[in-house]
């Protein structure tokens, strides 16, 4: 067991999005002068194309070092991948799944070169990637964050994932012998949330830790330090979305990746139905690589790879309405009249319904259905 107390380096973020990013730098930036040591931070290349955030983090000055993270997804492993066939029998397919956990950390370790045992503090956005399957493969303790804000409100993954024997799986779990997201491994000391008021259950490991009261305490300076991470050309965005007020704002959505046909019909039917005559103005989603602006030439569309909530800390942008499908950031942005988060009963239409049936009992359980 590695000793926390060993650890020269302070703490570590793990990202692998914008978002993440964004909600670490809210972190670093709410720490007292001198409280802590500079963090690190480390950017996964697993889906996320960063671009050149790297060196507009180091030109910050938040953190020590910005690292780059190389973990591999399951799928680049085939010879692992038979572990992950449904058994149709629970005790062959916890055996296969505790074969399966190992495995993954385990090859994690040829291309991830981070010494996480440097660290007194490590923080994991999406602890459901392999890095989560790594820490606990080594033995090292982390704390995990949510992926998004209340995103556990639309999609309880730890819970659907795993709905089934989710007692048994959980007391594995708990003693190293398969992995389950959101503080449910071994080696997880803790999950960050931003509200814990909508869980109909209670567990140990919630911790939580408000976003908006991050946001409300950043100085000025701060904020352009967001600005200039995210957004060097604000600007020109500024802008471009100035009297927007009578518009509305359509946040896309990056799923399903391989189906660039349905996120165009869907994106075709927000328009017609949730957009009425209003000029719309588009924000992709950052790994959306549709090309809305050949789509749909009568629209505004800006660039997608910063996080929407960036744009509270510009004065001026307004929209009168703001729709999306399922994300949360809907629900942080503060510069629109209405704001409608469709769900994802859309996708119905245009491809098997078991496709995000995943999805819907979550949403129903949290939203009460269609």
């Known amino acids: 067991m590695n000793s ?9 973020y793990v990202c692998h999005t914008l978002y ?3 909600v670490s730098l809210l972190k670093e930036m709410n720490l007292k002068d001198g409280q802590e040591k500079k963090a690190d931070i480390a950017l996964s ?48 397919h916890m055996v296969n799944r505790i074969i399966f956990t190992k495995k993954l950390g385990k090859l994690q370790e040829k291309f991830i070169d981070i010494d996480f045992t440097e660290y007194q503090d490590i923080y994991v956005f999406c602890d ?9 493969y080594r033995h090292i303790y982390y704390h995990a964050v949510e992926d998004g804000l209340d995103c556990l ?3 309880d993954a730890a819970h659907v994932d795993n709905r089934g024997h989710f007692k048994l799986k959980a007391a594995l779990a708990a003693k190293n012998l398969i992995f389950i997201q959101n503080g449910y491994g071994k080696y997880c000391l803790d999950m960050e949330v931003n509200d814990t008021s909508y869980f109909d259950y209670t567990f140990a490991k919630y911790k939580k830790v408000p976003r908006k009261p991050m ?5 000025a300076e701060q904020k352009k330090t967001m600005l200039a991470v995210f957004l060097p050309d604000a600007d020109e965005l500024t802008k471009q979305l100035s009297g927007c007020g009578n518009c509305v704002l359509f946040l896309t959505e990056g799923f399903p990746g391989d189906k660039p046909e349905v996120r165009k019909a869907v994106s075709d039917e927000v328009l017609r139905d949730y957009c009425g005559d209003l000029h719309v103005v588009i924000k992709p989603h950052p ?11 009568q629209c505004t569309v800006i660039r997608g790879k910063f996080p929407i909530e960036v744009l509270n800390f510009i004065e001026g942008i307004h929209f009168r309405k703001a729709v999306s499908i ?10 629109a009249d209405e704001k409608i988060n469709i769900g994802p009963y859309i996708y119905d239409a245009y491809e098997p319904e078991e496709n995000h049936a995943f999805m819907k009992i979550t949403w129903d359980k949290r939203h009460g259905g269609k």
Do not use: W
Request: no cysteine; hydrophobic share 35%.
């Open 215 to 219: 946001e409300q305490a950043l100085t």
């Open 45 to 92: 290349r697993m889906f996320m194309d960063f671009e050149d955030l790297d060196e507009r983090l180091k030109a910050s000055g938040i953190f020590d070092r910005v690292l780059a993270l190389d973990e591999r997804r399951a799928e680049d492993f085939p010879e692992i991948m038979k572990y992950k066939e449904n058994q149709h029998n629970i005790v062959k």
């Open 287 to 297: 790994r959306d690589g549709l090309d809305y602006a050949a789509l749909y030439p």
């Open 153 to 155: 409100k639309n999609f």
């Open 20 to 22: 993440h990013v964004y």
């Open 4 to 12: 926390r107390k060993k650890r020269n380096r302070s703490r570590i």
């Open 326 to 335: 399922i994300t949360s950031a809907l629900d942080s942005i503060e510069f």
């Open 128 to 136: 459901s990637d392999p890095i989560g399957y790594y820490l606990s």
